[in-house]
């Protein structure tokens, strides 16, 4: 480590005060004088540090409710000065400036106040932060004199090394902790400028419309670097949305590190999973559901889910809508896993899964994503996230026999599922299970034939769901072949009449729901 500076005088103002305390403490302990404002300050005094008001170094005072008080000549005159400029020296001193060493500072918290609840035009607006991104971008500029302190997470860090060199830090720290610090002020600015772009002048986030932004701003922190990417030649990172929710912020309680497949295969599992308000199970394998079921536990849906493709679902990766029991996770333990995703594991479940040393358990929080991003060569696609859902009285019935109560279940159940297949997709389902899915096929009438191949229980009875409309009969005719008797599709084929014949003669009954779920990638 070169370069090394002391620490003498350190201006402390944070909105998360997390750990705050004892790094004042540690600062102390150099002997840096503490320079604070409003909360902060009085935190600090509280804990029974001496801590000088800002306005006394200022020699101004707090205004306009806060909204002037570091935005002050001294302020960043103290941060902006070379200390090796001569010049620089001569008019900090003329003007009474004294040296500024270190800034921790953290910045209101816009993102989390913008989506709150009800919030208000006005208090979005007055959640925008000047005088913190001020300060951290003139220390990070100054970065060669002065620290920046953006994240609390630094703090244990900055702590060993101000012990290990009496005070100072070094340069590289120094110049690490800058480039954390505009990373900070740029996604904020990106935050701010996204949001502001979907507001109506004066109206609050529930009144605006739901326009595409003009501009679109992504500002994901790096989670972490993978092992590699799909392929062990592609290297990989994670990035998350900063929201703590998703698969992208799981909680990992046991097994090997998490790697690109086994995370797009969880978001996958996790997302069809949370399709549905009873307990559920999805078995995903490539990131299609090779076993889908409900039940009245966990443990029925997963042995259901299972049974539909026990083969398939060897080395695959689980999605759960409820908290893991012991019951469920005994059953589980004995299949090969690479990851399951889920609320939570009772405390009573883990050490059934313990002796698998290389699965991972990962617990979720729900995430509300309202768009999806897909990057294509030279650009990106933006759309809604398909939450398209249809109840049974948004059915259209256009077969002379209508689906009994238990087919009209099952087609819903199905209609779900197929949500979440790779395009062309036909679900075969009986009562909350799936019995077998064409997935991923050129053909419709291939995907029927795969799907039917697929199957690990008998077709007979079952039903069956098209992602999109058959637009020949032939592929409604190896349905029925294979046992269906009823069928959900969204219809709007010129041939729809061919098929609505075609299903009259074969004695099925079909729904339509007049909405297609598409799924390309």
Known sequence: MTALKPIRRALLSVTDKSNLVEFAKALVGHGVELVSTGGTARALREAGLTVRDISDLTGFPEMLDGRVKTLHPKVHGGLLYIRSNAEHAAAVAAHGIEPIDMVVVNLYAFEATARKAG??????????????????????????????????????????????????????????????AFAVTAAYDAAI???????????SPAEAAENFPATLRIAYPLAGTLRYGENPHQAAALYTDGTGTGVAAAHQLQGKELSFNNLVDLDAAWELAQEFDTPAVAIIKHTNPCGVATGATILEAYQKALAADPVSSFGGVIGINREVDAAAAEEIAKLFVEAIAAPSFAAEALPRFAAKKNLRLVEVKHANTPRVLKQISGGALLQDADRGRVTAAELKTVTKRPPTEDELSA????????????????????????IGIGAGQMSRVDAARFGAMKAALPLEGCVAASDAFFPFPDGLELVAQSGATAVIQPGGSVRDQEVIDAADRLGLAMVFTGMRHFRHG
């Open 119 to 180: 919030v208000h035009f006005e208090e979005i607006i007055e959640n925008i932060d000047i005088g913190g991104p001020s300060m951290v971008r003139s220390a990070a500029k100054n970065f060669e004199d002065v620290a920046i302190v953006t994240s609390a997470a630094d703090y244990a860090t900055l702590t060993e090394e101000l012990q290990a060199n009496a005070g100072s830090l070094s340069r590289e720290t120094r110049w690490r902790l800058a480039k954390q």
């Open 193 to 203: 400028a996204g949001t502001l772009e979907t507001l109506e002048l004066g109206k």
């Open 411 to 434: 087609l819903l159940f199905a209609w779900t599922v197929s949500k979440h297949v790779k395009s062309n997709a036909i679900v075969y389902a009986r009562k909350g299970q799936s």
